[in-house]
Each structure stands twice: as structure tokens, then as C-alpha cells.
């Protein structure tokens, strides 16, 4: 990535941690000596105060002064030298008394050189000086006690300069392993802390393209988990919208194919019925003119034109009542009632009822006895199914002129079957059968009255209860199924 947040934090770490090293090496460099010169002047002040409280408190010649001396030649890493009125040395912790006293006389009686003088009161005066002999650098502190007592403090500075280098150097060491440990960290801590931002920026990339299975899993607790619990309560929140908006568009659509279909079977309804009914309008004003003119004014003819109007009015009259039905069945205005029944009963009844006009068409009914079978489904409606399937097996039944009724149960359904003698349906009209005013033979439906709509009842029905129903060809004719679930 470019503009890596990872790389920007490491680069910015790095640097910061650089920047601070050379800052401490140039420090180090211009300020350790004068910090080192000052802290000694105070070292050596701390000391004059000492020796000359202790000098002040007993006798200089004692034990006790001389542990407390070495304390303080110790603690502050200096030398001392401590002198009586006499000119002669009384405490000291250095290898050339001698020496040191008679710089001490030149400095009280004679007169110091003044250059390197740092510090002058009444009672001491501190000056940097350098040993004639080994050329060592000495800050040195010189004066009287309280007592009249002489007294020289000193302490090398040779060793401030390769202190200095000796810091530098190690610094300059650390500094750079520090470096190196620094890179590490700062990639370990990077990758820390940008995984959790990289999961993120991953999740926020498929809430994009609408992908919200990605979920952010962290367990800690810092601002980075707070976002990512909060984008996961996004993405949850913008899932339920979008499938709200979703199933909302889905209903839309629904409608506005359900207004489609609407209009197109509202067209197809008015088409169909127009011309289901103008040739028994024609027929009917056919003859209602034949009988207004006197055409025939015998009573025979004009029974007979009268007869052919009444039986023209029964036809329009039922097709208006099947269309009116299917009208109802398609709209879903109707609620069906699930009830249980006993079907074989129902069966029974009504071929009971159709006797007489089995016996006018001459066709044998085949039924075995069955006991009471319990089905659920809306008893009016069932019947209203296996009386087309009867009708439809009455008109078309052909050769043998034989109806095979049979009721075929399973675990958890029962099949009613109707099946007539007679020739079996043509392949390519079998998917047609239950399209309303769709008609296998036009001028046999006809003759006996039908209108093409009672199979698009049937549909409607077994539909409206979610059952299966259907047709099978045999070569000696044909067999309507429908099923019910068994109560």
C-alpha cells in the first residue's frame, strides 16, 4: 500500500527514536564537562563545609577526625590536605604533602594566579590549575577554617574529557542497538496495531459490494475494538435494511406482475367470454326473430324454436355462474375452509345423484366398496372438482362407455381418480387442458354444452388447498387424478 499507515508509524518511531540519540550525543558533547566542573565545585564546597564543621567540634588531631575524613575523601573523590598555624600538616590524603603545602603557603601568603579562578570568598577561593610536573588539570579549593586552620581540597579533571568520550562511545553503541531494537519493536507493534485497523478497512471494503458475513473478531478493549464492535452493528443494522428494502422491491415486483396478469386475464377474460357468447346470442336472436316474423306458424316449429332458445339461455346462464366461480378462486377472495370428511361419501352421493343420467348415455359406473376415508379439505370445493372430473368422464366417454372410479390411499394421502373408456387425449393439447376456454374438441364440447373453463376451476381449487391433481393418457382412454392429505 502507498500511503501505509504501518510504514508511516515505523518511519515516524525510527526517527523519533534517532532524533532523541544524536540529541543526547550532542548534549553530551557540549554540556557533560561544564555539568561535570559543576557538580565537582559543589563536591568540594560540601566538602570545605565538612571538615570545617568537624574541625570546629574537637580536636583535629583525633580518631574520630580521622574517619570522619576519610569519609569525606571518599564521598566526594577529592584530596585533602589540613594545616596547622605552623605551616605544618596535620590531616592529609595525598602522596606529596610537601609539594601541596607550599603551594597552599604561596596561594594564602604570596598570591594565587588569578586566571583560572572560578569561585573567591573571605574565607577560600577555587581555581582551575594545572600540575607543572604530570600536566594533570586540578580543580582545587583553597583557604581558611574557622579555626585559623589551612586547608587545600582538590580533584582531578583529567579524567572528565575521556569520560566524556567513554559516554559518547557507549551511547553512540546503545543508541544504535537501540536502533535495531527499535525496528524490530516498531514492526511488531505496527503490525499490532494496524491488523485490527487492516481487518477493518477488509470489512468496510465488503460492506461495499454488500458482503456482511465478515464479522470483526478482537477481544480487546481499546478505540480500535469500540469501532470495530460498532461497524459490526452497522453491518448488521444494514443487512436487516437492505432485506427489508429488499423483500419491500420483491412485493413491488410481485404487484405489478400481479396487475400484469390482472389486466392480461382481464383482456383475456373479455375476449374469451365475447366469443364464448356470441354464438348463443346469435342463436338466441336467431330464433327469437324466426318467431316474432311467424317463420313457422305451426306449434310444433315453434316449440322447437323455443326450445333452442332455452337451451342456448341454460348454456350462457351456467358459463356465466363457471366464470364467476373461477373469477372468485383466482382473486383469492374466498377462504377456504379445511374440514374433514368422509371423501368416499361424498363420492357415493354423488354418483348416486348422476343415476339416472348414467343410465340415459348407457354408461356402466365401476366402483369398489369402500369403507369411510377421512380427508381434510374444503368439502364444497372438492365435490365441485369431482363433479367436473365426472361430468367431463360422462361426455367423453366412448367404445365401452365405462367410468372407473377408484380411491387409492398411502401413509398420508388419498388419491381420487375418474377414468372413462373412450380416446385418449392428443400429446400436445395435455398441457393446455387447464387453460381457461381452452377446448380439445370444439364441436364435441359444444354438443353437450361445455364452456372450457370447468378443468381452470379444478386448478383453481386444488391450488387454493396446495393438493396435486393431473391427467393420464391410456391407450383405451382417459384418467383425472386429484390427492387430499388423510385426516
Avoid at 393446455?432 to 373453463?453: I, N, P
Amino acid at each position: 500500500m502507498k500511503y501505509s499507515m504501518k510504514r508511516q508509524f515505523a518511519f515516524l518511531f525510527i526517527t523519533l527514536i534517532t532524533g532523541t540519540i544524536l540529541l543526547c550525543l550532542i548534549l553530551n558533547s557540549t554540556l557533560l564537562g561544564t555539568y561535570y566542573l559543576n557538580k565537582k565545585e559543589n563536591a568540594l564546597v560540601s566538602a570545605y563545609y565538612s571538615i570545617n564543621a568537624a574541625s570546629n567540634a574537637g580536636d583535629i588531631t583525633s580518631e574520630e577526625y580521622d574517619i570522619e575524613l576519610r569519609k569525606i575523601c571518599e564521598k566526594y573523590n577529592i584530596q585533602v590536605l589540613v594545616a596547622d598555624g605552623k605551616s605544618e600538616a596535620l590531616k592529609y590524603s595525598m602522596n606529596d604533602p610537601q609539594i601541596v603545602l607550599k603551594r597552599l603557603l604561596d596561594n594564602i601568603f604570596r598570591g594565587a594566579d588569578e586566571s583560572g579562578l572560578l569561585l573567591s570568598t573571605d574565607t577560600y577561593k577555587m581555581q582551575l590549575v594545572q600540575d607543572d610536573r604530570t600536566q594533570t588539570e586540578y580543580i582545587e579549593m583553597w583557604g581558611l577554617l574557622d579555626n585559623g586552620y589551612l586547608f587545600m581540597l582538590r580533584s582531578a579533571l583529567e579524567g572528565i574529557r575521556e569520560s566524556v568520550s567513554l559516554s559518547n562511545q557507549f551511547l553512540t553503541y546503545a543508541g544504535g542497538a537501540a536502533i535495531l531494537v527499535s525496528i524490530f519493536l516498531v514492526i511488531w507493534l505496527s503490525n499490532r496495531v494496524t491488523k485490527p485497523i487492516l481487518e477493518l478497512a477488509d470489512i468496510s471494503e465488503r460492506m461495499k459490494h454488500l458482503d456482511f458475513e465478515a464479522k470483526y473478531t478482537g477481544k480487546d478493549k481499546t478505540e480500535i475494538a469500540i469501532l470495530g464492535n460498532n461497524i459490526n452493528e452497522l453491518s448488521e443494522a444494514l443487512e436487516e435494511t437492505i432485506s427489508e428494502l429488499k423483500t419491500a422491491n420483491n412485493e413491488l415486483l410481485k404487484d405489478i406482475e400481479r396487475k400484469d396478469k390482472v389486466d392480461e386475464r382481464r383482456r383475456e377474460f373479455l375476449s374469451n367470454v365475447s366469443h364464448e357468447l356470441k354464438t348463443p346470442i346469435a342463436l338466441i336472436q336467431g330464433y327469437a326473430e324466426g318467431l316474432k316474423e311467424g317463420i313457422n306458424d305451426d306449434a310444433e316449429s315453434r316449440e322447437f324454436y323455443c326450445d333452442v332458445i332455452m337451451d342456448e339461455a341454460a348454456k350462457m346462464n351456467s358459463m356465466v355462474k363457471n366464470l364467476l366461480t373461477l373469477n372468485q378462486l383466482e382473486a383469492g377472495n374466498d377462504v377456504v375452509n379445511m374440514e374433514r370428511f368422509d371423501v368416499t361419501a361424498l363420492i357415493k352421493n354423488y354418483i348416486a345423484s348422476s343415476e339416472i343420467l348414467l343410465r340415459q348415455k348407457e354408461i356402466s359406473i365401476r366402483m369398489e366398496d369402500y369403507g369411510p376415508i377421512y380427508v381434510w379439505g374444503d368439502e364444497f370445493r372438492v365435490e365441485e372438482v369431482f363433479m367436473n372430473y365426472f361430468t367431463n368422464a360422462i361426455n367423453y366417454a366412448q367404445k365401452e362407455k365405462v367410468i372407473d372410479v377408484k380411491v387409492t390411499r398411502t401413509k398420508e394421502r388419498v388419491r381420487i381418480s375418474v377414468f372413462n373408456t373412450g380416446e385418449p387425449i392428443p400429446q400436445e393439447s395435455v398441457p393446455h387442458l387447464w387453460e381457461k376456454f381452452y377446448k380439445v374438441d370444439k364441436a364435441r364440447t359444444r354438443e353437450y354444452g361445455g364452456s372450457g373453463v370447468g378443468l381452470s376451476i379444478v386448478k383453481a381449487i386444488m391450488e387454493s388447498m396446495n393438493q396435486e391433481y393431473g391427467v393420464i393418457n391410456y391407450d383405451n382412454g382417459v384418467q383425472f387424478w386429484f390427492e387430499l392429505d388423510m385426516a
